[in-house]
C-alpha cells in the first residue's frame, strides 16, 4: 500500500468529469420514466410503480455481490464503463420499444448498472485520495455530480418540450459514452487498491495484523452501529423515493405546458440546492457527521407534508429546494460514515453494497406501494404515509445512530 498519496491533477479533474456526466446516467432515467409514461403512453400509477421497482429489485439483488466484485478487482474503471453500456442500452430501449415487458427489461438492466457506480466511484476516490481527504473530495464529487443533473434536467426540459419526450433516454446514453471516456482518463497506477477497499493507510503491516486483513462478513454485520445506521437508511429512501415520481405525475395532470418542463423544474431547482449543499457538508463534516446528517433526515418529512397543501406547479417546484438540502447531505455523508465504519476491515466497498442494498429495498417498496396507495386514496394520502415514515426515520438515526468521526483529521490542500 502507498505511503503518500499524491494523484495528479490529470486524473483528479477526471474525477470531476467523471461525476458530471454520471449524473443522470448514474439513476438512468430515474423520474422522467413516471412522467413519459403516464403522459406519453397513459399508464396507470400502479403499472408505473411496477416498472420503477423493477430497476429497484435488480439493484438490490446485484449490489451486494458487485461490493465484493469492487473490493476484489483492481478493473474498476471498466466495471464503470460496462455498468454505462448496459444503461444505454436499456434507455435506448425503453425510448424504441415502450411496451410494458422491454420497459421492465431494460429497468432491469439500468438497475444493475446502478449497483456498479456508487460504489466503484467511491472506491476510486478513496484509493486515490485516502481517508484523511475523503470528506472534502466526497463533497467535491457530489457538487460536480449535481451540476451535472442540472445540465441533463436543463436539456432534457428543452429536449421534452420541443423536440420529443424520448430523446430524454438518447440524452442520458450520451452521457454515458461521455462517463466511459472520463474514467479512462484517471491514471491507473494511482489508485491504491488496498486502501480503496477500506485498509488503514495509518495502521504499520505486522505478522499479526497487516493492512491486507480482509473481515468476514458475519463479523462486519455484527456491529450494531452499521445495523441501526442501515435501518435508518432503509426507512428515509422508503419515504424519500416515490415523493418526487408522485410529484411528476400530479403535475401531469390536466396542464397545458408539457409535465417534462415542470419535471425539469423540480430536478433543476434541488439539484441547484444540492450543489453548495454538498459541497458545505464535504467542509463541516471534518469534525462531526451526526449533527449535519440529523439536518438530512428532518427536512424529509416536512416536505412530504407540503406537497399535500397545495397543487400549484410553482409551488410544488419550490418544495424542490428541501429536497436538494437533504440531497446533498445524504450524498457526501452515506459515503463517509460507511468509510468510518470499515476502516481497517477491508470491506469499504461490500459495505457500501449492502447500504445501497437497503437503499434499493427502500426505494422499491416505496414506489411500489406508494403507486397503490395513491390509486385507491389519492395524492394526499400517499404523501402523508411517506412523511409518517421518514419520522420514523429520524426517530431511529436521532437515537440508535452514534457519531462515527474520529478527531483525526489533519489539514490538507483540497483534492
Known amino acids: 500500500?502507498?505511503?503518500?498519496?499524491?494523484?495528479?491533477?490529470?486524473?483528479?479533474?477526471?474525477?470531476?468529469?467523471?461525476?458530471?456526466?454520471?449524473?443522470?446516467?448514474?439513476?438512468?432515467?430515474?423520474?422522467y420514466l413516471s412522467v413519459y409514461l403516464k403522459a406519453s403512453h397513459n399508464w396507470n400509477p400502479a403499472q408505473i410503480g411496477i416498472a420503477m421497482s423493477a430497476s429497484t429489485i435488480a439493484t438490490v439483488i446485484a449490489q451486494t455481490p458487485v461490493g465484493g466484485l469492487i473490493d476484489r478487482l483492481r478493473q474498476k474503471r471498466l466495471l464503470i464503463v460496462l455498468a454505462a453500456i448496459l444503461v444505454s442500452l436499456g434507455c435506448i430501449g425503453i425510448a424504441l420499444f415502450p411496451a410494458f415487458p422491454v420497459v421492465i427489461a431494460s429497468q432491469v438492466l439500468i438497475g444493475v448498472a446502478a449497483a456498479v457506480f456508487p460504489p466503484a466511484i467511491a472506491a476510486i476516490t478513496l484509493g486515490l485520495v485516502g481517508h484523511n481527504r475523503l470528506d472534502r473530495r466526497v463533497g467535491r464529487n457530489e457538487s460536480f455530480n449535481h451540476a451535472?443533473?442540472?445540465?441533463?434536467?436543463?436539456?432534457?426540459?428543452?429536449?421534452?418540450?420541443?423536440?420529443?419526450?424520448?430523446?430524454i433516454f438518447f440524452l442520458v446514453a450520451g452521457m454515458a459514452i461521455g462517463s466511459g471516456i472520463c474514467v479512462k482518463s484517471i491514471r491507473e497506477r494511482e489508485i491504491d487498491h488496498e486502501l480503496a477497499r477500506g485498509a488503514d493507510e495509518n495502521e504499520t503491516p505486522t505478522p499479526e495484523k497487516s493492512p491486507h486483513k480482509v473481515e468476514g462478513i458475519f463479523q462486519l454485520l455484527s456491529d450494531?452501529?452499521?445495523?441501526?445506521?442501515?435501518?435508518?437508511?432503509?426507512?428515509?429512501?422508503?419515504?424519500?423515493?416515490?415523493?418526487?415520481?408522485?410529484?411528476?405525475?400530479?403535475?401531469?395532470?390536466?396542464?397545458?405546458v408539457d409535465p417534462t418542463v415542470y419535471m425539469s423544474a423540480c430536478v433543476i431547482v434541488a439539484q441547484l440546492v444540492m450543489i453548495p449543499s454538498a459541497n458545505i457538508t464535504g467542509w463541516l463534516a471534518t469534525t462531526a457527521r451526526k449533527p449535519i446528517f440529523l439536518v438530512g433526515f428532518g427536512v424529509l418529512p416536512i416536505r412530504g407534508v407540503l406537497y399535500t397543501l397545495n397543487n400549484n406547479p410553482y409551488f410544488l417546484v419550490s418544495v424542490q429546494i428541501l429536497d436538494g438540502i437533504a440531497g446533498g447531505i445524504f450524498g457526501v455523508l452515506s459515503v463517509l460514515m460507511i468509510a468510518d465504519l470499515t476502516k481497517g476491515t477491508g470491506r469499504f466497498n461490500v459495505t457500501q453494497g449492502l447500504l445501497n442494498t437497503a437503499i434499493g429495498i427502500g426505494a422499491g417498496l416505496s414506489n411500489f406501494l406508494a403507486g397503490f396507495v395513491v390509486q385507491k386514496a389519492g395524492y394526499n394520502t400517499g404523501f402523508l404515509m411517506l412523511a409518517a415514515i421518514a419520522l420514523v426515520a429520524l426517530a431511529v438515526f436521532w437515537f440508535l445512530v452514534p457519531e462515527t468521526k474520529v478527531n483525526s483529521y489533519m489539514p490538507s490542500e483540497v483534492v
Open 1 to 31: 500500500m502507498q505511503t503518500k498519496l499524491r494523484p495528479s491533477k490529470k486524473s483528479l479533474r477526471s474525477l470531476d468529469y467523471l461525476n458530471l456526466f454520471l449524473a443522470d446516467v448514474r439513476d438512468g432515467v430515474g423520474p
Open 148 to 167: 451535472g443533473n442540472v445540465i441533463a434536467a436543463v436539456l432534457a426540459g428543452l429536449i421534452g418540450q420541443f423536440v420529443a419526450r424520448k430523446g
Open 224 to 256: 450494531r452501529n452499521l445495523l441501526f445506521f442501515m435501518s435508518a437508511v432503509v426507512l428515509f429512501h422508503f419515504a424519500n423515493a416515490a415523493m418526487l415520481p408522485l410529484v411528476g405525475q400530479r403535475l401531469a395532470q390536466g396542464k397545458s
